[in-house]
């Protein structure tokens, strides 16, 4: 069976930043399972593994735009320090609960912030993916490919 929309897809990756530096692996966690087509892995990559089999291997170099995206300025927000918890550390990813005009909360998903500053009163939260903006490396090996 080879990859196609809506097939379940199991590999085993490594992503490399643009400096060629391990950025993660799923080598340490187990194999990552997505349904392709979903969104669920960049775009570039998604592409590369089109029409790939099972044993298959791919090397795949992304732009941004095909990898995570543009790094987005706008995606810096700052909030007060004492709406997180006292021992939050640079690097650390925080949860956003998005609310409405309203205040009720928004069901979107877990959306994370990785703080970027700690200031005496505020602290700086950054929603771009830590790869936003700059272009990657994929390798993948296609462990498996079935359907949902």
């Known amino acids: 069976m080879h990859i196609a929309q809506g097939s379940l897809v199991t590999i085993h990756y490594s992503l490399f930043d643009e400096e060629g530096e391990l950025f993660e692996s799923s080598k340490e966690e187990g194999p990552a399972e997505f349904v392709h087509g979903e ?11 089109e029409g790939k089999g099972g044993g298959e291997t791919v090397r795949v170099e992304l732009e941004h735009e095909d990898a995570f995206g543009a790094y987005m ?16 550390e640079l690097g650390d990813l ?55």
């Open 39 to 49: 969104g669920d892995v960049p775009p570039g990559l998604e592409q590369a593994l």
């Open 94 to 148: 925080v949860p956003i609960i998005l609310t409405d005009d309203e205040g009720s909360e928004i069901e979107e998903g877990d959306i994370e912030f990785r703080v970027v500053e700690l200031r005496p009163d505020e602290v700086v939260l950054d929603a771009n993916h830590p790869l936003a903006g700059q272009k990657v490396t994929f390798e993948v090996e296609v462990l498996a490919v079935g359907t949902q």
């Open 73 to 88: 300025p706008e995606g810096l927000i700052s909030v007060p320090r004492d709406e997180l918890p006292e021992d939050v």
